[in-house]
């Protein structure tokens, strides 16, 4: 017998598994409006904060840190939820955002800021590449236990990697004018 959907995860949900606790951004992607917003915003402030205390090459390695063990969070919070990609889970914006950042670094706040309005809108929007990347791993057999939990979880993360490359090649153009 399939297991319901969680349709909004609470906050015995969020701590009841460290996967959960990652996956859903630290408690960011419980908010009730535009949880991937609010955790590509906890993602920014988190990069600050890294800023103070890491050296460029250690927020590095923490961004490459942090895509298995969002692909293993995402996969399993996903897979608790019953649903391939909820919107409560945020830590493909987390990372993607952290990418965008740590390549546009040194950048000033206003910088950042257009970074943060295009990375949203290529995550929202999902124009060309970054809806077809979004389309690559959703899973068109939706018999009962077919779904591919891994695949899915990757999923997750590569359409906000490929809306992070598209911010990227924006703010090249940009800068090479």
Request: hydrophobic share 60%.
């Amino acid at each position: 017998m399939p297991v319901p959907s969680l349709r909004r995860p609470t906050v015995r949900f969020l701590f009841a598994h460290p996967a959960h606790l990652v996956a859903l951004g630290f408690g960011s992607g419980l908010s009730l409006r535009a949880p991937g917003t609010v955790g590509t915003l906890w993602a920014w402030v988190a990069f600050l904060v890294m800023q103070r205390g890491l050296s460029t090459a250690t927020i590095g390695w923490v961004i490459l840190a942090s895509l298995p063990i969002g692909w293993w969070a995402c996969t399993v919070t996903a897979r608790h939820m019953n649903i391939a990609d909820p919107g409560s889970i945020v830590w493909d914006e987390v990372v993607a955002f952290w990418l965008v950042l740590w390549l546009v670094t040194p950048a000033g706040l206003l910088a950042q800021a257009i970074a943060f309005a295009l990375f949203r809108y290529f995550d929202a929007a999902k124009p060309g590449p970054v809806a077809w990347a979004d389309q690559l791993f959703k899973q068109r057999d939706t018999a009962p236990g077919a779904m591919h939990w891994g695949a899915a979880g990757f999923g997750i993360l590569f359409d906000d990697l490929v809306a992070a490359f598209c911010t990227l090649l924006v703010i090249a153009a940009w800068r090479g004018w």
